[in-house]
Nanobody, 124 residues
Framework: QVQLIESGGGLVQAGDSLRLSCVGSGQLFALYTVAWFRQAPGKEREFVAGITRLSAHTDYEASVKGRFLISRDDSENTVALLMNSPEPSDTGVYYC?????????????????WGRGTQVTVSS
């Protein structure tokens, strides 16, 4: 299992930008597909974006497509989520997750490694 640590969350105004980072441990991080999920109070955890090995394929949840950008830098064992034009509905705890396959899955149970999350609050 890879260890994941998220950072970059905070309070942001709607329309501003926020960059989340997920740093993974180990030399095999580049082999993992990494995804971002989020969970709002009282709601289930939902898929936000994912990226496969070598950044070959990315996938986005419909409501963030065109606003968020996922990228990875395997030399730094980092996957970033750039949140452009965030909206109050984007508020929640954002989690980084990883799986040792080359497919982005949108179901949380398909991921074996998780970070502890970082809180994002978007004010209107």
């Amino acid at each position: 299992q890879v260890q994941l640590i998220e950072s970059g969350g905070g309070l942001v105004q709607a329309g501003d930008s926020l960059r989340l980072s997920c740093v993974g441990s180990g030399q095999l991080f580049a082999l993992y597909t990494v995804a971002w999920f989020r969970q709002a109070p009282g709601k289930e955890r939902e898929f936000v974006a994912g990226i496969t090995r070598l950044s070959a394929h990315t996938d986005y949840e419909a409501s963030v497509k065109g606003r968020f950008l996922i990228s990875r830098d395997d030399s730094e064992n980092t996957v970033a989520l750039l949140m452009n034009s965030p909206e109050p509905s984007d508020t929640g705890v954002y989690y980084c997750a990883a799986r040792l396959t080359n497919v982005v899955e949108r179901t949380p149970s398909m991921y074996g490694s998780w970070g502890r999350g970082t809180q994002v609050t978007v004010s209107s």
